[in-house]
C-alpha cells in the first residue's frame, strides 16, 4: 500500500517560517504530479501548491505565490512545502497527495493518494 506522512506542522507566530514534508513509502507507483492542500475549519479543501514529478515544473495557488515553495527529493521520495512569511489566513490542516495518472493540478479530486494531514497554526 501506498503510504504518504506529512510532518513539520506547527504552532507559530505571523511572519514565521516552517517546512512541511511528506514521505511517501510502500509499492512503486507512478508519481505524475504530488501536491500540497489545504483545510481550515469550515472552509472547503484548497490547492496550495504542485509539482510535476519528472519535469519539476511547479504550480502555486495566488494567495500563496512569492511565499510558498514546493520542492522534491527524488531520492529519499519525499515531498516539501517551504512557508515563509505565515499569515493567520494560513491555518490549516495541510495534506499532502499524489496524482499516479494525468489530471487537473488544481483539483483534490483527480489525486489518488493523500496523507494523514499535519496541523498549522499562525497566530497575529
Known amino acids: 500500500q501506498v503510504q504518504l506522512v506529512e510532518s513539520g506542522g506547527g504552532l507559530v507566530q505571523a511572519g514565521a517560517s516552517l517546512r512541511l514534508s511528506c514521505a511517501a513509502s510502500?509499492?512503486?507507483?507512478?508519481?505524475?504530479?504530488m501536491g500540497w492542500f489545504r483545510q481550515a475549519p469550515g472552509k472547503e479543501r484548497e490547492f496550495v501548491a504542485a509539482?510535476?514529478?519528472?519535469?519539476?515544473?511547479?504550480y502555486y495557488a495566488d494567495s500563496v505565490k512569492g511565499r510558498f515553495t514546493i520542492s522534491k527529493d527524488n531520492a529519499k521520495n519525499t515531498l516539501y512545502l517551504e512557508m515563509n512569511r505565515l499569515k493567520p489566513e494560513d491555518t490549516a490542516i495541510y495534506y499532502c497527495?499524489?496524482?499516479?495518472?494525468?489530471?487537473?493540478?488544481?483539483?483534490?479530486?483527480?489525486?489518488?493518494?493523500w496523507g494523514q494531514g499535519t496541523q498549522v497554526t499562525v497566530s497575529s
Open positions: 509539482i510535476n514529478w519528472s519535469v519539476d515544473s511547479t
Open positions: 497527495a499524489v496524482q499516479t495518472r494525468g489530471g487537473v493540478v488544481l483539483r483534490s479530486y483527480d489525486y489518488d493518494y
Open positions: 510502500g509499492r512503486t507507483f507512478s508519481r505524475n504530479t
